[in-house]
């Protein structure tokens, strides 16, 4: 089972950058592929990208496509998100998980971290 704190989350103004980390513990970190989702109030949870477990593949939100990164350490058993050029759009509590292929779906969410973009 891995564990997960989220972190690096804030306040910034509009076009600037944030970069998040998720740290995971469990020594099965390196076999999970991992994903980034947000959600904002009153809205739902939405994907914003995922990485896979080697690193080699990389899937964005259209909405986050160009301006998000998302790469990973197993060696640190953390996942990163570094996010440029922020817009107030960009504002919602910033949630990682696991990739379980035994429920195809992710699972054991972190506590999230709050992004908020000023104008």
């Known amino acids: 089972q891995v564990q997960l704190v989220e972190s690096g989350g804030g306040l910034v103004q509009a076009g600037g950058s944030l970069r998040l980390s998720c740290a995971a513990s469990?020594?099965?970190?390196?076999?999970?592929?991992m994903g980034w989702f947000r959600q904002a109030p009153g809205k739902e949870r939405e994907f914003v990208a995922a990485i896979s477990w080697s690193g080699g593949s990389t899937y964005y939100a259209d909405s986050v496509k160009g301006r998000f990164t998302i790469s990973r350490d197993n060696a640190k058993n953390t996942v990163y998100l570094q996010m440029n050029s922020l817009k107030p759009e960009d504002t919602a509590v910033y949630y990682c998980a696991p990739y379980d292929e035994s429920y195809s779906d992710y699972v054991g969410w972190g506590q999230g971290t709050q992004v908020t973009v000023s104008s």
């Open positions: 469990g020594r099965t970190f390196s076999s999970y592929a």
